[in-house]
């Protein structure tokens, strides 16, 4: 089974131009999972896209693999 978090990471290093800077931390609950991203300086706009259509595509996946397991998702993009 392909864990949300590293599914991100796989996602995000195609959107920003240093995926070398991604920081993602997880905080797990009882039903949900919480994902905390923080990219580069300058290149959030290019995670949350033309008025936040790419966050919502993200969102939407991380839900889809995540149902697998049970468990929710939420993704907190940090600047």
Known sequence: ???SKKFLE???KYLVN?????SI???EGKEVNILKLRVAK???GFVIGKNGKNANSIRVL?????AR???RVILEILD
Do not use: F, Q
Not at 18 to 22: A, D, S
Not at 62 to 66: D, E
């Open 69 to 71: 397991s049970g468990r």
């Open 10 to 12: 796989k996602i995000v």
């Open 1 to 3: 089974m392909l864990d």
């Open 42 to 44: 300058g290149e959030i």
């Open 25 to 27: 931390t997880e905080v």
């Open 62 to 66: 991380l839900n889809a693999v995540s």
């Open 18 to 22: 240093t995926p070398e800077e991604i």
